[in-house]
C-alpha cells in the first residue's frame, strides 16, 4: 500500500505535469502568479485527495475546491449541518480561556470551525504531519532540476 | 508557630477527616484566605517576603489554567498557594482551624518535599502550586500541569496516586489510604469535590483526553517543549502551522516560476517506492534521482523536523539500481492503476473541473 507521500507526490507532479502542458511559457507575472496559484491548489489537492476522506481536514479540502470550481455561489457556511455542527461546538463548555488561540486554529486547520476542541487537536496533528511532507519533499525535488 | 505544628507530626488524616466534616470547605477556604491577607500583613517569617510575590505571581498563573466552571474552586489557590508552599502559614492557620491535627497533617504534607520545592526556586514552586490545586479539584488534570510544570517529577507520584485514588473513590476514605506526605487540602477538596456526577466526571475525561492530545501536539512541534501551559503552546502549534501552509506558498510560487523551463518525467520521483511493487514486476530499477537533496535555504528551526523527515527516504535513493525506465512508468502506473483505480478517477475529474473553471 502506497504511502501516503507517495500517493501525494504521484499525483501532484500529474497535476503539475498537466499544468506546464497547458500553460504557455509566457513568463508574465500575471500568468506566473496564475500558475503559483494552481501549483497551490494543485499541491493541497492532492494532498487532500491522497489523505481521502478519512480526515476531516482532508474532506474540507476537497470540499471547498469541487464547491469553488462547480458553484462559485455556494456557500457551505450556510448549509445545515454546518449549523448544527458551529451549534454543537458553541455549546461546548467553554473552559478554555485560550478561546482566542482555539480560534485562531480553527481558522487555519481547514474544516475546524465545526470541531470540537478535542477532534480539533486530532486534526490538527494529522494536519501538520502532512503539511510537512506538502511543503518540503516533491517540491524540492521539483526545484532540485 | 512552626515549632508548634512541628511538635504534633502523628496525627492521622482521620482528624482531619473529621475537622473537615466540621467545617464546610468554603468556610475553610475563607478564614485561609483571611490568614493569608492576614500573613502579608505580618512579616512573622523571613521568607515572608518571598510569600508575597509568589501568591500574587501563582494566582494569575494559576486562574487561566483552571479549565472548571465552578466558582467555589477558584477560590482553592490560595489554599493550595498556602498549603503547599508555606507551611508556615499552615501552621499559623492550626489555630485557628481549631484542630491540631490540620497543621499536623498540613506539616507533614509540607515536610520534606515542600521544603526542597520552595527551595528549589520560582517556577518549581508554581509548578508544584498549579499541580496541586489542580489535585484540588474533582477533576484532577494531572497531565496538564505534569506536562507543563517540569516539577511534576516531584509531585509526579503523588499526583498519580491521587488521580488513581479520586478516580475511583467518592467517598471519605480517600483521605485515609493516602499517605501522609499528601497535603491535607487535598484530602478535603477530594472529598467535597467528588461531585461525581456525570457531569464532572465527563469534563475530566474530556480534558485528560485533551491534554493527552496536547501532549502528542507538542511532540510534533518543534519548540513545543520549551514553552510550557496550554496557551503558549497553542501559539506555537499555530504559529507552526502558518509557517507550513507559507512554505508551501513559497515553495508554490518557486514552482510557477521556475517550471516552465524544467522538464522532468514522474517515473523519476518513484524510485523509492518502487521496492513496493517490485515484488510483484521483476524489472530492474534504476534511480537517476539526486542523491543529494540540496533544500532550499528555508531551514528555519520550524521545519528542521520535516526537512529530517524529508530526509531520510531520500537518502534510500542511492540505492537502487536498474534499468531503463520506461518499464519503471508502466509498471508503476499498473500497480498504482489498481491500488488506486478508486481513487484516480475521482482526482481526475477534479482537475479536470480545476483546469477547465480557471481557477483562480
Known sequence: ?145 | MLRCVAQSTTSSPEKYAVMGMDMSVLEKQTAVLQRLYQQQEHSWQPQEANINPTIHQNMPNLQPAKYDQCLDEISLPSFAISGREQQQHIGFACPELTSGSVSAVSNNSSKTKHDHQINSGMLKREGTVSNSTRKRKAEFDVEEDCKDKGAEREAGEVQSDITVKTDRETSTDTSSKESIQKPDYIHVRARRGQATDSHSLAERARREKISKKMKYLQDLVPGCNKVTGKAGMLDEIINYVQSLQKQVEFLSMKLAALNPRLDFSIDDFFSKEIPAYIASFPTQLQVSNPTSLQYNPLQEGAISCGVDIAMSPSQMLPQKEGSSSVPITEVYHDSSSAHQARMLPTWDSEWQNLFSAGFH
Open chain 1, 1 to 145: 500500500m502506497p504511502s501516503i507521500k507517495t500517493r501525494f507526490t504521484y499525483r501532484f507532479i500529474r497535476a503539475v505535469q498537466k499544468l506546464n502542458k497547458n500553460r504557455g511559457v509566457s513568463s508574465s507575472m500575471k500568468e506566473t502568479y496564475r500558475r503559483y496559484h494552481m501549483i497551490r491548489v494543485a499541491s493541497y489537492a492532492s494532498m487532500a485527495s491522497a489523505v481521502g476522506s478519512k480526515r476531516a481536514w482532508s474532506q474540507a479540502v476537497l470540499r471547498k475546491i469541487r464547491n469553488h470550481t462547480l458553484h462559485r455561489d455556494l456557500k457551505k457556511k450556510c448549509g445545515i449541518h454546518a449549523l448544527i455542527r458551529r451549534r454543537k461546538v458553541s455549546e461546548n463548555p467553554r473552559n478554555n480561556l485560550n478561546f482566542h488561540q482555539e480560534n485562531d486554529l480553527r481558522k487555519l486547520v481547514p474544516g475546524g470551525e465545526d470541531m470540537d476542541f478535542c477532534r480539533l487537536l486530532n486534526e490538527t496533528a494529522h494536519y501538520i504531519k502532512c503539511l510537512r511532507t506538502q511543503g518540503l519533499h516533491p517540491k524540492t525535488q521539483l526545484l532540485e532540476r
